[in-house]
């Protein structure tokens, strides 16, 4: 695939983002896609979730009901995926924006020498 009238990146980069589904199963792809999304979300709500226990601002209470959602959300993900046969097409899919990402922020670190995250962590993404 060939891209086209990409914008520069501002520091004088094109960027091209293929993410490539399976033609012959345009379904399974797309779902795939969509729930290679939802778990990044649902990740990003987990942290979020983890930070604030850390710092403390819930209740016991809280904490435990907090714990208990992101439980049933992680299982009913799992649960549809299993149930539309798309379980491998969102994981190859999920490689692929993962790899992205951390070509992204490579690059990035490279280009502002930047070698640490927040904190003193090294950047780095992907589900574990």
Do not use: Y
């Not at 778990?39 to 208990?68: K, M, P, W």
């Not at 799992?78 to 097409?89: I, N, P």
């Amino acid at each position: 695939m060939a891209c086209r009238d990409i914008p520069s990146d501002g520091w004088g980069r094109e960027w091209c983002i293929v993410i490539d589904v399976d033609q012959d199963d345009l379904r399974s792809g797309l779902l795939g896609l969509v729930f290679a999304l939802v778990e990044i979300v649902q990740e990003v709500l987990a942290h979020t979730a983890l930070q604030r226990v850390e710092r403390g601002s819930l209740t016991d209470e809280e904490v435990e009901r907090l714990g208990n959602a992101m439980a049933d959300i992680e299982e009913a993900i799992a649960e549809l995926k299993e149930e539309l046969d798309v379980t491998d097409a969102t994981k190859e899919i999920r490689d692929q924006l993962d790899d992205l990402v951390n070509d992204l922020v490579t690059s990035l670190v490279a280009t502002k020498g930047v070698t640490d995250g927040p904190n003193g962590q090294a950047f780095r993404v992907g589900a574990g």
